[in-house]
């Protein structure tokens, strides 16, 4: 593909390569990492955790260290990358912040009134668009707004271009590359939360499982995943407050043998007490999550008819 700008195969057998392009910085959006030879029929993907933030962006943001750093998922990228090391899996990480563009909403979903212009339909922006978390955030609760001033059309379309598309495209590739070595492939979208709120009686979840209510993944493979996590004392939820976004909605496809989940990662598990930096828990996240990488990249293998000599199920409804 055009946009990629570099291609090298590291000492682990690992091929790197980088695509898109950072308006305004010139650097590239995202990376991509693939074991030269596929270990497990899995995709991890990042696409919160970019840091790298033009100059002109943090200068038209109102409060750019305290925004910059809520909508970030913080240092979710890094957890990803030992992850995919780890467990072997092919691996997307975005660089573009999301303050910039958000990578998990659709290339339509715009805030128009953000742009000074009129919706170009006849319907209203969608929920997430007026909430302020659109496809470019507007707006944070308790803080207002995150921009002096509007943009332009110009400047959003230029984002789209350099990022949006050509992450999605590259990611269907790769995706599309492990179905068809396996005969299955499961997409995991990571991200990263704030802590959740006790609620009286349970304790609050440290990972929250996403499959948009069953519609994005085999059953086999989310009850797999918390059997996982039980089994290791970690409490998880489904679908609730996350149940996923564009990303799962764009790129699954159980009957076709492609499947996708969303993991959202409490941040306290894995950062300090700031909750800016690594903290006492990463390593231990990241072999909670290795586990689960391994244990589902088999299940998919044997989905795939790869080891089994059977066909893959039929996704559940």
Same mark, same amino acid.
């Given at each position: 593909?055009?946009?990629?700008?570099?291609?090298?195969?590291?000492?682990?057998?690992?091929?790197?390569?980088?695509?898109?392009?950072?308006?305004?910085?010139?650097?590239?959006?995202?990376?991509?990492?693939?074991?030269?030879? %596929?270990?497990?029929?899995?995709?991890?993907? !990042?696409?919160?955790?970019?840091?790298?933030?033009?100059?002109?962006?943090?200068?038209?943001?109102?409060?750019?260290?305290?925004?910059?750093?809520?909508? $970030?998922? +913080?240092?979710?990228?890094?957890?990803?990358?030992?992850?995919?090391?780890?467990?072997? !899996?092919?691996?997307?990480?975005?660089?573009?912040?999301?303050?910039?563009?958000?990578?998990?909403?659709?290339?339509?979903?715009?805030?128009?009134?953000?742009?000074?212009?009129?919706?170009?339909?006849?319907?209203?922006?969608?929920? +997430?668009?007026? %909430? =302020?978390?659109?496809?470019?955030?507007?707006?944070?609760?308790?803080? =207002? $707004?995150?921009?002096?001033?509007?943009?332009? +059309?110009? $400047?959003?379309?230029?984002?789209?271009?350099?990022?949006?598309?050509?992450?999605?495209?590259?990611?269907?590739?790769?995706?599309?590359?492990?179905?068809?070595?396996?005969?299955?492939?499961?997409?995991?979208?990571?991200?990263?939360?704030?802590?959740?709120?006790?609620?009286?009686?349970?304790?609050?979840?440290?990972?929250?499982?996403?499959?948009?209510?069953?519609?994005?993944?085999?059953?086999?493979?989310?009850?797999?995943?918390?059997?996982?996590?039980? !089994?290791?004392?970690?409490? !998880?939820?489904?679908?609730?407050?996350?149940?996923?976004?564009?990303?799962?909605?764009?790129?699954?496809?159980?009957? +076709?043998?492609?499947?996708?989940?969303?993991?959202?990662?409490?941040?306290?598990?894995?950062?300090?007490? %700031?909750?800016?930096?690594?903290?006492?828990?990463?390593?231990?996240?990241?072999?909670?999550? %290795?586990?689960?990488?391994?244990?589902?990249?088999?299940?998919?293998?044997?989905?795939?008819?790869?080891?089994?000599?059977?066909?893959?199920? $039929?996704?559940?409804?």
């Amino acid at each position: 593909m055009d946009e990629f700008r570099s291609e090298l195969c590291d000492s682990q057998g690992v091929i790197r390569r980088e695509g898109g392009v950072i308006p305004g910085l010139g650097e590239p959006a995202f990376s991509i990492f693939s074991p030269a030879v %596929s270990r497990l029929p899995v995709v991890i993907a !990042a696409p919160h955790g970019g840091r790298r933030y033009p100059a002109d962006v943090l200068a038209r943001m109102r409060y750019p260290d305290i925004a910059a750093l809520r909508l $970030e998922d +913080r240092l979710v990228d890094q957890l990803a990358l030992v992850l995919a090391r780890e467990s072997g !899996a092919g691996l997307m990480l975005a660089h573009a912040p999301r303050a910039m563009l958000d990578l998990n909403r659709a290339d339509d979903d715009v805030d128009w009134d953000m742009l000074g212009l009129a919706a170009p339909g006849p319907g209203p922006a969608n929920g +997430r668009a007026r %909430s =302020g978390l659109g496809l470019v955030p507007r707006r944070l609760p308790g803080m =207002g $707004e995150i921009w002096r001033g509007r943009l332009s +059309r110009a $400047e959003v379309e230029a984002r789209i271009e350099g990022i949006h598309r050509p992450y999605h495209a590259a990611l269907a590739d790769l995706v599309a590359q492990e179905r068809a070595r396996w005969g299955a492939v499961l997409l995991i979208d990571l991200h990263s939360m704030p802590p959740l709120p006790r609620v009286i009686g349970q304790e609050a979840a440290t990972i929250v499982v996403g499959d948009r209510f069953g519609a994005s993944c085999h059953g086999e493979l989310v009850a797999r995943t918390f059997s996982h996590f039980a !089994a290791k004392g970690v409490p !998880a939820a489904h679908n609730r407050p996350y149940a996923g976004g564009f990303a799962l909605d764009h790129h699954a496809a159980p009957r +076709r043998g492609v499947h996708a989940m969303q993991l959202e990662v409490d941040r306290a598990a894995y950062l300090d007490s %700031s909750l800016i930096g690594i903290g006492p828990g990463f390593d231990g996240m990241v072999a909670l999550l %290795s586990g689960l990488v391994t244990a589902l990249g088999a299940q998919v293998a044997a989905m795939g008819g790869r080891r089994s000599g059977e066909a893959w199920p $039929e996704a559940a409804e």
